[in-house]
């Protein structure tokens, strides 16, 4: 059910609806939705947890790697001129 406004709005025109800013905010439950998954499958089982928590280690690998690639590109972040949004805002 997290993923359904995620879907619904990835298009050009919803970002330009929403702002860059409010789009990104919604779209940053992508993360969310995959640890909820986990959880979920973990209260479902019941005698055997090996499989929840290989797909939870399988995540926490993979958001891991998301981090250490924030944290490497610091340069990018601090400049708005290169962001995809000034791109954008640069074609209207």
Same mark, same amino acid.
């Given at each position: ?8 709005? #990835?298009? *050009? ?10 789009? /990104? ?20 089982? /019941? /005698? *055997?947890? #090996?499989?929840? !928590? ?10 891991? !790697? ?12 601090? #400049?708005?001129?290169? #962001?995809? *949004? ?7």
């Amino acid at each position: 059910m997290l993923l359904v406004p995620l879907a619904l709005t #990835s298009t *050009d025109a919803a970002v330009r609806r929403l702002g860059f800013a409010r789009w /990104k905010q919604l779209h940053r439950l992508v993360y969310v939705a995959p640890a909820l998954g986990v959880l979920h499958f973990f209260w479902r089982v /019941k /005698k *055997d947890v #090996s499989e929840p !928590i290989t797909y939870g280690a399988v995540l926490a690998a993979l958001l891991a !790697i998301r981090v250490v690639a924030y944290v490497r590109a610091p340069a990018r972040r601090a #400049s708005p001129a290169h #962001s995809p *949004d000034a791109a954008r805002m640069r074609g209207r």
